[in-house]
């Protein structure tokens, strides 16, 4: 872990989201946890870090980079049928026992990420824009690790993006403050965030706190951006009729607009004993979600298992605006200007100008960079 420490350690400027405090200690503003950081001490995320009353965050390199559908973040109300370059970066605020991205989230807390150091790539943001070019992507995306913890970078990234016209967009869980918001919000379109359960015991046995994801959604949200919410169904942990509805309420309170997808488990990392998702219990959770009142709902994994819930359907005739299977479009409806072509229904969401511009029968296979 030293050795994988010195180089992430390497890789580093003074961050911007932080206050410095008494005897070289500062405060941390990235994500919710609002580390206390004594000097030569690091952050929850382990990758933030005090060196002489200043701190360090990480900067110039990726860890994971992949050009394919914006449907797999998963956006469904995000420029359907177009690229999105993703990357990632080390380190989490979280160590969620069902993490996919454990390799690199769980970096220098897990011994078992150790190998992590092989899929550092140094990067600048020109050489960032070049591949999304080359790639044909339309938005360029922060995920698989958290990315309120490598805001600084992102922003770096996401300036130039904006230069070249590009959309810019967070997959997060949501466990933001206002300070980081402030700072990212100018240079973001789209914002999804992970809402794991409504269980604040369970939350905290995941590395976070049930109230901060509900006001890091609602923060998102007064800033302007097209939000998109995601909970992961896991059989005994979080499917129970009550808390999909808890979920579901508390969306449509915020806007009945919000996109909620439920998306379906498979055992992964250290969370092996629950049974994978099956599609009955994703289209339950899709039919409460409808049923307090959401006028989108999506559930996921599944391709071919849960009918329409697959599709976007005109929340007001009903008509199908867009045919998906997986990741791939077969139809598109949605105008120019965001509207259902049947009844002129505004559908909320952040829509391709010209619809004709939209890849029909699928985008191809993800492009990989690695």
């Known amino acids: 872990m030293n050795a994988l420490a010195n180089i992430l350690d390497g890789l580093t400027v003074e961050g911007e989201l932080y206050e410095k405090l008494a005897d070289n200690s500062l405060r941390c503003f990235a ?7 004594r000097e030569g001490k690091r952050g929850i995320c382990q990758v933030r870090f005090n060196v002489g009353g200043r701190l360090r965050v990480p900067h110039g390199y990726v860890a994971a980079l992949q050009s394919d559908p914006i449907e797999k973040k998963p956006f469904s109300h995000v420029m359907p049928g177009s690229n999105a370059l993703t990357f990632g970066m080390l380190g989490c605020d979280y160590h969620c026992a069902y993490c996919q991205n454990w390799l690199t989230s769980q970096v220098m807390r897990d011994p078992a990420s150790d190998g992590s150091v ?17 790639t044909n992507a339309s938005v360029v995306v922060s995920s698989y690790n958290e990315p309120l913890i ?39 379109d789209a914002y999804k965030v992970d809402l794991k359960c409504m269980d604040d015991k369970n ?21 302007g951006l097209w939000v998109e919410v995601v909970t992961l169904v896991i059989p005994g942990f979080n499917d129970s009729n009550q808390e999909l509805w808890d979920a579901a309420r508390f969306l449509a309170e915020q806007s009945v607009d919000i996109p909620w ?34 006028r989108y709902v999506y559930a996921g994994n599944l391709p071919g298992h849960v009918g329409e819930y697959e599709d976007i359907l005109c929340p007001a005739c009903r008509y199908r605006l867009v045919k998906r299977r ?23 969401g952040v829509w391709p100008k010209n619809p004709s511009t939209v890849g029909l029968n699928g985008i191809g296979q993800p492009i990989p960079l690695w």
């Open 31 to 37: 994500c919710g946890h609002r580390c206390l950081i």
């Open 118 to 134: 092989d899929y550092i790539r140094k990067m600048t943001p020109n050489k960032m824009v070049q591949l999304a070019q080359s």
């Open 150 to 188: 490598t805001s600084e970078w992102a922003v770096e990234i996401f300036k130039e993006a904006k230069a070249n016209g590009l959309m810019c967009a967070y997959v997060s869980n949501g466990n933001n403050t206002p300070e980081v918001m402030e700072y990212i919000a100018p240079y973001l």
């Open 203 to 223: 939350y905290r046995k995941l590395g976070g706190t049930l109230q901060h994801t509900l006001d890091g959604i609602k923060r998102a949200r007064e800033a």
């Open 261 to 294: 997808h439920v998306t379906a488990f498979h055992k992964d990392y250290k969370m092996t004993e629950p049974d994978n998702t099956d599609a009955k219990t994703l289209i339950r959770a899709a039919e409460i979600g409808r049923e307090a009142g959401l």
């Open 326 to 348: 997986g990741y791939v479009i077969h139809e598109y409806y949605i105008t120019g200007d965001g509207s259902c072509s049947n009844c002129g229904q505004k559908i909320g």
